[in-house]
């Protein structure tokens, strides 16, 4: 059942949470809020170097419960050739990368975020990587990716949020998008030689702690099921106005490290793709302990190849730092 505080419908939902969000950040639309350089496991086994690009750009449309990525947005469509101008930047400062990441705190193929006369610019970048990744809302996939992709020398990928499998917290996540559409967005990327990365919060809001794994492993499968070739797992957290009040409430608490130490293991254990945990900002979402160090360093490995390792046996906190 839904808080009192925490409205049932789309309307008053978007009101609740825009009303406790803290200030955005000052940003310049001629350069990326943020960029770095990953190590990540690839399609063709081997760990790549990977150049992430964080855009700056005009605010997603959705507000969703859990997202504190708008804080690094802005309210107004950037200019045409702005975002070309971002990722030339962000280039000249990270080393040399096989693949490339053009994240951007909502959906590259929101025209009000990244302005449709730049593909040709972007696309001309990107094609001097291996591969190139981009992430969109489910509502977005459309003739835009098929655009974008024909532009590419390289394989296209896009991340999306399917954020949870259970039915009831996705809709109250107002994200505003079914487990059916998320399935049709999926085929149709597929079906048009897209590959598809898939997010997946481990333990979002409402949802009680000892019912974290078992949906967080339902995901996996909901996702592997949708065509994903890749699975990121991210630990819930807050940091967004709207999720420290749900704390207050009772009705969002974050992750247990073992709750996400076993369903990474078990999204591995189904050799049905590459899975990742998301370690960034992961101390937000785990009280630490004196195993913490060893135990995050384990899933950085769990990453980097592809297979899980013995647990940190810790008598201290019990595995449940």
Known sequence: ?????????DIERDRWI????PAR??????????YLLEEEYSAEKEVVPVATVFLTNRECPWRCLMCDLWRNTLTEKVPIGAIPQQIDYALTQLPPARQIKLYNSGSFFDRNAIPIEDYPAIATRANLFDRTIVES??????????QFRDMLSNPLEVAMGLETAHPEILVRLNKRITLNQFSEASQYLRSNGIDLRVFI???PPFMKAHEALYWAERS?????DCGATVVTLIPTRSGN????ELAQLGEFSPPQLDIVESAASYGLSLARGRVFVDLWDLH???????CYPLRIERLREMNLRQSASDMIDCTYCKGRS
């Open 18 to 21: 825009l009303a406790r969000r």
């Open 1 to 9: 059942m839904l808080t009192p505080s925490y409205p049932a419908s």
């Open 201 to 203: 919060l481990i333990q």
């Open 241 to 244: 106005g709207a999720m420290e």
């Open 284 to 290: 937000l979402a785990s009280p630490k302990c004196s």
């Open 25 to 34: 950040e000052d940003l310049n639309s001629r350069r990326p809020y943020a």
């Open 220 to 224: 996996l499968d909901f996702a592997f």
């Open 137 to 146: 809302h489910p509502a977005l996939i459309n003739q835009a990716c098929l």
